[in-house]
């Protein structure tokens, strides 16, 4: 038995070139408030954090985590990893407790599940190494030939710019596409003509024999949401994503008893946070994220439960954790992806950290039966773009 000796976290900061998105490219939660102008800013990212747990063997993991990496980093040294050191890796279920119940009042969504998110996908690649076996085998095995992904990007932009981009990402076959609104209840009558054009042109280039996400990211409300729906179902959306904010828990399940369904769950926590919104039949399509929704452990949970209420499960992000628990599950039948691009909203910014992802071609993407834990690395090769902090 090896023992975990220490975790090593550490802050990603973009500091290379960003493009800069056009005004009213994605709806967001902020946009109900009247300072409107940096709600968009204040939506991008451009940090990520990677939480390194070494064994005494000298064989570490890799963890991560997109939000609010400073605040991540700070709960992960000094609450949750006194709590795994000495401890043995394989003892995943009861280390993923050890965190959950011991940071209970203040840890259990937000911050706190994101740590222990990070901390938990390391602990499984750390397991995946140690038995020289990819995740996806530990967890299952493999359920697919190849994993089917869908294009997510599409911001919202011009109706011109937005079926060129479409035009270009269907050469490579994607198996679906997600585009997102640009305008939500400020903008008022307009501003739903705007959305609905945007919906038509990107629909005008795929056609109809592909699915067509449609992304609100929590930038619109229950009475705008009710007021659109009935448009946009001519347009034969695979799903309305996030409409509301993610704790209108009553909302989404007033929202999905109509004909087009709703997915949400990529901004919610835990195995229980899932069973309210599955109790509800709050969501069609659950999106967890995994390094936030406390992690693989977690995860699989979530997978199990969601088998049994037959809802599909699509993890929020493309990145190698979502990849391994797709494969792994019959119920997860295809994955997010973010195609590469130059950094923008702050999505793409683990290809720029991390080596190992792989590439969809044809609109497919492979794991390696034979690339142990979760098959990434750590990379230099843009280190001059980011300053790091320890
Ligand atoms: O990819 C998603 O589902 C997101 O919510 C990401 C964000 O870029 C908003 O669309
Ligand atoms: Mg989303």
Request: net charge negative; aromatic share 12%; glycine share 8%.
């Amino acid at each position: 038995m090896t023992k975990i000796k220490s975790v090593r976290t550490r802050v990603w900061n973009w500091k290379g070139k960003t493009v800069p998105p056009q005004g009213n490219f994605c709806t967001n939660a902020s946009d109900a408030l009247y300072d409107r102008g940096d709600a968009m800013g204040s939506f991008r990212f451009h940090q990520w954090l990677t939480c390194e747990v070494e064994t005494e063997c000298g064989m570490i993991g890799i963890g991560n985590a997109a939000l609010a990496p400073s605040l991540v980093k700070l709960a992960i040294d000094e609450h949750y990893a006194p709590m795994v050191i000495g401890e043995d890796p394989f003892d995943y279920a009861y280390l993923w407790e050890k965190m959950y119940r011991r940071t209970h009042a203040w840890g259990r969504k937000g911050v706190g599940m994101t740590a222990i998110s990070a901390v938990d996908i390391a602990i499984w690649d750390l397991m995946g190494k140690l038995t020289n076996k990819p995740v996806f085998k530990l967890l299952g095995g493999r359920t697919k030939e190849k994993i089917p992904v869908y294009y997510s990007k599409l911001y919202a932009d011009s109706v011109e710019a937005m079926q060129a981009e479409a035009e270009e990402a269907m050469k490579n076959g994607y198996q679906g596409f997600k585009t997102r609104f640009g305008y939500g209840p400020k903008d008022g009558m307009k501003g739903m003509r705007e959305n609905l054009k945007r919906v038509e042109a990107v629909r005008e280039v795929i056609g109809y024999d592909t699915d067509l996400m449609l992304e609100c990211y929590m930038g619109w409300n229950l009475d705008y949401t009710k007021r659109m729906l009935p448009k946009l179902e001519k347009f034969e959306p695979r799903w309305l994503e996030e409409p509301v904010i993610a704790d209108d828990i009553h909302g989404y399940a007033e929202l999905n008893k109509g004909p087009i369904p709703i997915s949400g769950g990529e901004h919610e926590f835990s195995l229980m946070g899932f069973r309210q919104l599955l109790d509800l039949r709050a969501i069609s399509v659950i999106q967890y994220d995994t390094n936030r929704v406390g992690g693989i452990t977690a995860a699989q949970k979530i997978n199990a439960l969601a088998e049994a209420y037959q809802v599909p499960v699509i993890p929020h992000a493309g990145q190698m954790h979502n990849y391994h628990l797709t494969m792994a599950n019959v119920n997860c039948p295809i994955s997010e992806y973010f195609p590469v691009f130059d950094v923008e909203v702050g999505n793409e910014l683990f290809y720029y950290i991390f080596e190992g992802d792989p590439d969809a071609v044809d609109g497919y993407l492979d794991l390696d039966d034979n690339k142990p834990g979760l098959g990434i690395s750590i990379s230099d090769k843009y280190l001059a773009d980011f300053e790091v902090t320890e």
